[in-house]
């Protein structure tokens, strides 16, 4: 049974910095994607980074590249996603999940584990 557990989100004034972390646990997720998604009320859940567990490549949407930063501690299972340059839109609850075939999907469908959820709001 995968388990993610995510922490971290706040409220943060425009221009700010925060990171997330995503604790993964009940599995070795070597061969795996491990992604962050958001869900902005009126919305689709979207697609935001992902990280291939092993060899750490690094895929991102363009509305967050150059601001933020998703990497991973294989000692802790931890993925994290650090937010820099926050601006309002990206006000959302950030979900992480896990994609077990290996490719980093941008569809939410393919993803077979979430976590709960962690609010980010960002104050203009």
């Known amino acids: 049974q995968v388990q993610l557990v995510e922490s971290g989100g706040g409220l943060v004034q425009a221009g700010g910095s925060l990171r997330l972390s995503c604790a993964a646990s009940?599995?070795?997720?070597?061969?795996?994607?491990i992604a962050w998604f958001r869900h902005a009320p009126g919305k689709e859940l979207e697609f935001v980074a992902a990280i291939r567990w092993s060899g750490g490549s690094t895929y991102y949407a363009d509305a967050v590249k150059g601001r933020f930063t998703i990497s991973r501690d294989n000692a802790k299972n931890t993925v994290y996603l650090q937010m820099n340059s926050l601006k309002p839109e990206d006000t959302a609850v950030y979900y992480c999940?896990?994609?077990?075939?290996?490719?980093?999907?941008?569809?939410?469908?393919?993803?077979?584990?979430w976590g709960q959820g962690t609010q980010v709001t960002v104050s203009s």
């Open positions: 999940a896990v994609e077990s075939s290996g490719i980093a999907h941008y569809a939410p469908s393919w993803y077979q584990h």
């Open positions: 009940g599995r070795t997720f070597r061969n795996y994607v």
